[in-house]
């Protein structure tokens, strides 16, 4: 059985986390997980087929957040795929969705709510984490209103997993997600498979904001962190239509106001908050 590097970064504080994820988000293209430990600590894990990736990573972070407690090691893939098993659980977002794991797969028809199976793995997005549970909310609030409806347009920016654009697109929306990770972009492939989304609803591609030069959307959906949506708020308002909507996530509470002066041409924005993330909501 193949080896996983594995490397696993503790820290201790909503500062040190938002440092560890800005550095994580410039290096690691493929996602990390996250978990909440007691004591208001966090743990970060990476994991990655390539030995010196870990290693140089490692020594980024101790060069660059001395403070933070960093251990690589070599585990087995078959433990790592097994580790999600263990606390995969199915997660309701918002008044429509649950996020299931394949071998979940025949509570589909219990719920109640639309399914999305996600196959977890390296790439971000298995709707556990709150910023991708704060989008599902926002896209089911968002669509319960009637401030998006079938037919209409999305962009996924930054698509990860899929998720959100699996989402979109179970409610008879047209997009597509981009991602600069072809990681992510295989496994929002295979997890479009999945859920039997059609490629003319759901295309996916590699690349970012110059993927989708040119074209505007009825709806743009962004998790991913403040730093690149603050650097990219030109762009990424250019590709919302006139009186569409914008949802963007990954934000740390602390981060709201930074983002919000961003975005300011666009108004006041709703504020989903869980824990301490949030995602903020403009609709037209």
């Not at 896209?139 to 009637?146: N, Q, R």
């Not at 989402?167 to 492939?189: C, H, M, R, T």
């Not at 603050?230 to 949802?247: C, E, F, Y």
Request: charge should be negative.
């Amino acid at each position: 059985m193949p080896k996983l590097q594995r490397m696993e970064i503790t820290v201790s504080s909503p500062d040190e986390a938002e440092a560890l994820a800005g550095l994580l988000y410039m290096i690691v293209n493929h996602g990390w997980e996250e978990e909440e430990r007691p004591g208001g600590k966090m743990m970060f894990r990476v994991y990655a087929p390539n030995k010196d990736f870990i290693l140089e990573l490692a020594e980024e972070i101790k060069q660059r957040l001395p403070k933070l407690q960093v251990v690589a090691e070599a585990v087995e893939e078959q433990n790592w795929v097994e580790s999600w098993k263990e606390f995969f659980t199915p997660v309701e977002a918002g008044s429509r969705f649950v996020v299931l794991p394949p071998w979940m797969e025949e509570q589909k028809r219990t719920t109640g709510r639309i399914p999305i199976v996600i196959e977890p793995k390296t790439a971000f997005g298995t709707g556990h984490h709150a910023s991708t549970a704060l989008c599902l909310a926002a896209l089911s609030d968002l669509f319960d209103a009637g401030r998006i409806s079938p037919g209409q347009s999305f962009l996924d920016l930054g698509t990860g997993s899929g998720i959100l654009g699996i989402a979109a697109a179970s409610l008879k929306l047209i997009g597509e997600g981009v991602d600069p990770d072809l990681i992510a972009v295989e496994n929002a492939l295979e997890n479009r498979a999945v859920n039997n989304i059609a490629a003319e609803s759901f295309a996916v591609r590699r690349g970012s904001l110059e993927a989708v030069q040119g074209k505007s959307f009825d709806l743009v959906m962004a998790n991913i962190l403040a730093g690149p949506l603050v650097d990219m708020s030109a762009g990424i308002m250019q590709r919302v239509n006139k009186g569409g909507a914008l949802a963007l996530s990954g934000i740390l509470t602390v981060q709201c106001a930074s983002v919000k002066a961003a975005y300011a041409s666009l108004g006041v924005p709703r504020l989903f908050t869980r824990d301490e993330w949030a995602c903020l909501v403009w609709a037209g």
